[in-house]
């Protein structure tokens, strides 16, 4: 059974920090993983799939790479501003058509 | 843009009654999934679909059922609301590709379900 761990739970930084978000998993026969943000109250919103033959992956500020045989995926933010404030969620497939575990996030503020 | 959208953002019932939680998503994709979510315990797969008529369990599905009659709308219905189905509920769809790896999925914008 796959398990996903996303340390840390939470995180403060001042605004312009660069930052890291880990995500950690139990079983690496994976193909791809993906990281989403969520608001408070909201629902999700896809920022980066990352296949495993990319190793890395980016949009903008953001950059995420895959490291299958470490079992472990991190989302780097540059630049850090206070709109980045919100929880970031990964989701693994989990084996069985179509299913992932999410990890139960990290949820990020950025002090201005 | 891919666009889901879900029946209602905040619902308030009663213990015991019928509901339906509508989703309907603009892609033409042919997977699609709910899910709830819960603080401390993230979310969870409820019920998901891979074809108009075609559905497979979750990892949470008792106590809710679902409909697919349409390509682009998928159903959740609690047949007897309890207190313990409060929660925010999401929608999500993907499309099938070839190979049987995860495809990227789309969420709607949630209903937060409270069951009084």
């Known amino acids: 059974k796959q398990e996903v761990t996303q340390i840390p739970a939470a995180l403060s930084v001042p605004e312009g920090e660069n930052l890291v978000l880990n995500c950690s998993f139990t079983?690496?026969?994976?193909?791809?993983l993906q990281w989403f943000r969520q608001d408070p109250g909201k629902g999700l919103t896809s920022l980066l799939l990352?296949?495993?033959?990319?190793r890395e992956q980016t949009s903008g500020r953001l950059n995420a790479s895959l490291d299958k045989s470490s079992g472990r995926s991190t989302l780097y933010i540059a630049a850090s501003q206070p709109g980045d404030s919100a929880t970031y969620l990964c989701?693994?497939?989990?084996?069985?058509?179509?299913?992932?575990?999410f990890g139960t996030g990290t949820k990020l503020q950025v002090i201005p | 843009d891919v666009k889901v959208t879900q029946s209602s953002r905040y619902l308030v019932k009663r213990t015991g009654e019928k509901v339906f939680l509508e989703c309907v998503q603009d892609?033409?994709?042919?997977?699609m999934f709910w899910y709830r979510q819960d603080p401390g315990l993230g979310l969870r797969l409820i019920y998901f679909?891979?074809?108009?008529?075609?559905?497979e369990k979750g990892d949470i599905p008792e106590g809710y059922s679902v409909s697919r009659e349409k390509k682009e709308r998928f159903s959740l219905i609690l047949e007897s609301a309890s207190t313990n189905q409060t929660s925010m509920y999401l929608c999500?769809?993907?499309?099938?590709?070839?190979?049987?790896?995860?495809?990227?999925?789309?969420f709607g914008p949630g209903t937060r379900l409270t069951v009084l």
């Open positions: 999500a769809s993907s499309y099938r590709l070839m190979s049987s790896s995860y495809n990227e999925q789309f």
């Open positions: 079983d690496s026969a994976i193909y791809n």
């Open positions: 990352i296949q495993s033959s990319q």
């Open positions: 989701a693994v497939p989990s084996g069985g058509y179509q299913k992932v575990t």
């Open positions: 892609m033409d994709h042919e997977n």
């Open positions: 679909s891979y074809d108009v008529k075609m559905k």
